[in-house]
């Protein structure tokens, strides 16, 4: 297939090298590449590519990013995907703002990240690496996608995954959510150490409403049983 790429941006990407690029593809699309060394048999379909497969199957979830096509190269697989015009991740939107995101704006983008998680979970991809530099937001319209299916970032794992215990599916998502929504509010992380994680030292560092501090502190909870399901979270108190 032809292809006529420029590259406008590098990009790092679970400690892989990868690069960001526009090619001409029935418009704009995001091109990322990554060593096939990393990633699996030539026989073999790469488990990032199989994964988006699931999740961008018909019909889809408009806080997914598309899959649009995959290839290998010589050296690298690469794999396009659609382009989301004029957005950042949302670590680096928080960062951008003169002041903390308002309840209102981040209840808002909070309901899309979890509703695009829930269609993960019903296609049946466990997402092991939800946090804010995995979610774009596109700057004028707030709408927010999910991307990168790859490996955890553990200063967003629970307590249990932390220990190396054995942990399940959603209550693991739920923790990362909260972590997620926790950051968003505050502007960092509720715990610096994995020391912190196990003995679960954290304070809310930011003066919130008492619906927003409960939702926080029950995906936040130190036993997985006590964790909301995906379900429960959308019919809080605090995004209803």
Not at 111 to 132: L, N, Y
Not at 146 to 175: H, M, N, Q
Request: glycine share 4%; hydrophobic share 40%.
């Amino acid at each position: 297939r032809d292809i006529t790429a420029t590259c406008f941006s590098p990009h790092m990407g679970d400690a892989l090298p990868s690069q960001l690029n526009t090619i001409k593809y029935s418009g704009n699309v995001w091109l990322w590449s990554v060593p096939t060394f990393h990633l699996c048999l030539p026989q073999e379909i790469p488990e990032e590519v199989s994964l988006m497969q699931l999740v961008c199957a018909e019909p889809t979830n408009p806080g997914i990013i598309q899959l649009l096509d995959w290839y290998r190269g010589p050296r690298e697989i690469v794999i396009v995907m659609e382009l989301m015009e004029s957005s950042v991740d949302l670590s680096q939107f928080v960062k951008m703002q003169r002041s903390p995101l308002s309840e209102t704006q981040v209840r808002n983008i909070f309901r899309q990240i979890v509703k695009a998680v829930q269609h993960c979970h019903s296609r049946g991809v466990f997402h092991r690496d939800i946090k804010p530099k995995n979610i774009l937001i596109q700057i004028p319209t707030e709408q927010i996608k999910l991307i990168d299916f790859g490996s955890g970032t553990w200063l967003y794992a629970p307590p249990e995954c932390v220990a190396r215990k054995s942990y399940a599916a959603v209550p693991t998502t739920v923790w990362s959510l909260g972590v997620t929504l926790y950051m968003i509010l505050c502007g960092h992380l509720p715990f610096k150490t994995s020391d912190e994680i196990i003995k679960y030292r954290f304070n809310i560092t930011r003066d919130l409403s008492e619906e927003c501090e409960d939702l926080i502190r029950q995906c936040l909870s130190f036993s997985p049983k006590w964790r909301p399901t995906l379900e429960d979270i959308l019919v809080h108190q605090w995004l209803c």
